[in-house]
């Protein structure tokens, strides 16, 4: 899709569920200057929207300086309050045609699980990237729905739209996802809740 230009970045990197600390930004903005990161998506499910306004105008400011793409979880009204890139929407959020009217010509992504009808459901509703999973067992999110390597190939002979790869993706993993073609890789445990690697660390694994 015209919004979405492919390039050397291919992380789609997804906030921790709470963001209560300076830490985090710093961390962030050492993330940010490995150039491997094209979208951040803030998803904060518990926190309240004045809060999340307040930490997405800091992050944007961020994104604008390392020249990456600011995704809003679920709500289209804060993501034009905070003047992010888009917003990404499930399956149980407002429809994609009503997400269009709040967000003229920003990117809306949107959640097709494990499903070839979903996914041919998001194309056909225009959406600009479509993200399936989950691929592996996550801590992050209960898994739901499981998608193997089969539904990736379908998605890619049918549409050139990017696809995000979702789900308990690691340093283990990752690399059969890249070679079948996925463009952006979705993580967050990986990164925020790793024992062993600090998050810049994480990042720099992943190549």
């Excluded at 888009?86 to 010509?105: A, P, S």
Aim: charged content about 30%; aromatic content about 10%; hydrophobic content about 40%.
């Amino acid at each position: 899709m015209k919004k979405i230009k492919y390039s050397k970045k291919f992380i789609y990197l997804i906030s921790p569920s709470k963001i209560k600390n300076v830490q985090f930004y710093e961390n962030l903005k050492e993330i940010f200057k490995s150039k491997k990161i094209y979208f951040f998506q803030l998803r904060l499910k518990t926190t309240p929207a004045k809060e999340i306004f307040l930490i997405g105008k800091k992050i944007k400011k961020l994104c604008r300086k390392y020249n990456v793409k600011l995704i809003i979880n679920d709500n289209p009204y804060l993501a034009k309050s905070i003047n992010a890139d888009g917003c990404h929407i499930g399956q149980k959020d407002m429809n994609i045609n009503n997400v269009r009217k709040i967000l003229n010509n920003k990117i809306v992504g949107i959640t097709c699980h494990n499903s070839k009808k979903l996914i041919n459901k998001a194309i056909t509703e225009k959406a600009d990237y479509i993200a399936i999973g989950a691929f592996f067992s996550s801590k992050t999110k209960k898994v739901k729905f499981r998608a193997d390597l089969n539904l990736l190939k379908y998605a890619k002979k049918i549409t050139k739209i990017p696809i995000v790869v979702i789900g308990g993706i690691k340093l283990s993993n990752y690399k059969k996802l890249l070679l079948n073609k996925a463009n952006f890789l979705a993580i967050s445990g990986y990164i925020w809740n790793n024992k062993k690697y600090k998050p810049l660390e994480a990042i720099e694994k992943i190549k």
